[in-house]
């Protein structure tokens, strides 16, 4: 995060809520760039964030993916919805047994203008079926996809990407109406 001070990116990630520690959490956020990621787990290394992920990352960038491989998270095959649901099961319940938290991007992939995409509901709904005592987190995320505007090079200036973390909702079986309460939370502090 500090190397993109450079550029003159600043990040303000604001979290007024009190969210306990020692029981499971689904963060479930917008996508914009992958900027996104490191400022969640400095910002919520308390809670042991563990990602849903696409199967490319976990080879090919250095501690990265050596990270998502044997760390716990999920890498799904986005062109396999039986191997991705599956692998987001596993990854509920280890956050069901061991209280952690696993972070999800319903979008299904990054929103390259700011504009937010429809969620993709089933991968949310497998967390929630599986870590039935989690709280879901919403986190809202502003102005990333601007460090990325124009590819990898040149990178974007002076973006202020922001991070707002809104209060955690309990899971209430009823999935279809929380992911539904959870998308409109989400995005209506988006800015684009």
């Excluded at 976990?58 to 716990?72: A, C, D, E, Q, W």
């Excluded at 497998?126 to 709280?135: I, T």
């Amino acid at each position: 995060m500090r190397s993109t001070n450079i550029l003159g990116t600043r990040y303000t990630f604001t979290n007024n809520q009190d969210i306990p520690t020692g029981v499971p959490l689904i963060i479930v956020t917008n996508h914009q760039s992958m900027y996104d990621i490191p400022p969640i787990i400095y910002h919520m290394r308390k809670y042991h964030p563990k990602f849903v992920a696409k199967k490319e990352l976990g080879k090919g960038i250095p501690s990265v993916s050596y990270n998502l491989r044997h760390g716990g998270s999920a890498l799904i095959d986005r062109k396999d919805g039986k191997q991705a649901i599956l692998e987001i099961g596993k990854l509920g319940s280890y956050i069901e047994a061991n209280k952690r938290s696993a972070v999800i991007f319903p979008e299904g992939t990054r929103s390259r203008t700011g504009k937010p995409k429809p969620f993709k509901p089933m991968g949310l709904k497998m967390l929630l079926r599986k870590a039935p005592s989690a709280l879901v987190v919403p986190i809202t995320i502003n102005n990333s996809w601007k460090l990325l505007r124009f590819g990898q090079f040149p990178m974007g200036l002076g973006a202020h990407v922001t991070f707002k973390v809104h209060p955690p909702l309990e899971n209430t079986k009823d999935a279809d109406t929380l992911i539904a309460k959870v998308e409109e939370i989400i995005t209506k502090d988006i800015n684009y």
